[in-house]
């Protein structure tokens, strides 16, 4: 299969923008990290959400994809977890489109391998945003999960975190492993997703609700009615959706279970509700989980103000490469900052494991600074009565 135009222009623009993006745009905002984790990562997630808008204006206003949001909606700015069923290995880039009609996308962080933060560019910007790295090995994951989700609860910074419970993309391949372990848990063969893994979830929702950081959880399930791109090489051969279709149902925090075997049963029920609404999907015509394709709570924003994001987004990431192209054609400081920060990126992983652990280590000796400052003065004001 050839290699498509359309498809490498879409994968080249986003790589350029990221790895340009991450050097001139993050890079002189890295130095705060050491003075204010807190300030530090309110002006990055707003940096950041402006390249998340990039993906959404080449997919709709360049190639046309459809985007279709049914359901409950979102209550703007809300706190929330986003639980997705893993149709293909770009579903979290694709839930952008629906991010930004309904939600803020500075607040979306996603919990990912841990192996994708070693692509430069991509993984340097995943860093930045301190989003969730996982090695899916528990006894590892559990301590990470637990620094990072007490982190987002101290600096008080609205957070809604994508997680995919399934653990990886539906294929052939994995669907065989799920009826394995279906066999085993003597749980339903499933055609349309995979069996969830319910530990991470339960244990970030106990996290994020015992830290008062949590207002909701967002089941949404995705669906391809007509092309299904499973992997980046589909992409790169112009294969593109011609539409996405959600489907949210939003569950307030106070609904949810107290406890952990309550919560793994009450996350296994919506899986199978998504089997149902999937089978539902693809069975029926046209296409749709709504007959009448319209979402029970609208969007925060008109179309007409998304329609404008996307333009702007698109001239203005189209004009940053470009300027930057010039600039380390013909200034050679450019260039050179340039190689400081590559320097500065690379190191800085193979040291400390990646900036949004340095980022966490920051935070640790402000906060174990300011309880010394206040331990100490509560010892003098006792001393002078």
């Known amino acids: 299969m050839a290699v498509s135009v359309r498809g490498l222009y879409f994968i080249t623009t986003l790589f350029l923008g990221s790895f340009f993006g991450s050097i001139f745009m993050l890079g002189p905002v890295l130095p705060l990290m050491l003075f204010s984790p807190a300030w530090y990562r309110w002006i990055t997630d707003r940096i950041i959400a402006t390249w998340f808008t990039l993906p959404v204006s080449l997919l709709e206003l360049v190639f046309g994809v459809k985007v279709v949001i049914t359901g409950d909606g979102f209550i703007p700015g809300e706190r929330s977890v986003i639980i997705m069923n893993h149709r293909t290995r770009l579903d979290w880039m694709f839930l952008w489109c629906c991010l930004l009609r309904y939600s803020y996308l500075r607040l979306e962080k996603i919990c990912l391998k841990a ?3 070693i692509v430069p560019g991509f993984g340097w910007a995943m860093q930045v945003a301190c989003f969730v790295f996982i090695h899916r090995r528990w006894e590892v994951d559990k301590k990470h999960l637990a620094n990072m989700l007490d982190y987002f609860c101290d600096i008080r910074e609205p957070l809604q975190l994508l997680l995919f419970p399934e653990g990886t993309d539906l294929t052939e391949n994995t669907r065989a492993k ?14 349309y997703v995979l069996h969830p893994r319910t530990t991470g979830f339960t244990f970030i929702v106990e996290r994020l609700r015992k830290g008062d950081n949590l207002d909701a959880v967002h089941d949404i399930t995705v669906a391809y009615p ?12 112009g294969q593109f959706p011609r539409e996405i279709h959600f489907h949210v149902r939003r569950y307030p925090v106070s609904s949810l279970p107290a406890s952990s075997s309550e919560l793994e049963s009450w ?3 919506r899986w199978a509700e998504k089997e149902v609404r999937l089978r539902d999907f693809y069975s029926s015509q046209p296409r749709g989980f709504d007959r009448d394709g319209v979402a029970l709570v609208p969007p925060c924003k008109s179309e007409l103000r998304v329609a404008l994001i996307k333009a702007a987004s698109l001239l203005y990431w189209s004009s940053f490469v470009a300027f930057c192209f010039i600039g380390l ?16 990126y690379t190191a800085l992983h193979k040291l400390f494991g990646g900036l949004e652990l340095v980022e966490l280590a920051c935070h640790r000796y402000w906060k174990s600074t300011h309880s010394d400052v206040a331990e100490n003065q509560k010892r003098l004001d006792g001393k002078a009565q």
């Open 115 to 117: 192996t994708l933060k």
């Open 178 to 191: 799920s009826d394995v372990y279906a066999v085993q848990n003597n749980l339903p063969k499933v055609e």
């Open 226 to 237: 007509k092309n299904i791109p499973q992997t980046e090489h589909h992409l790169i051969m």
């Open 267 to 269: 996350c296994q029920e």
């Open 329 to 344: 054609w013909l200034w050679a400081p450019f260039r050179l900052y340039a190689l400081v920060m590559i320097g500065v």
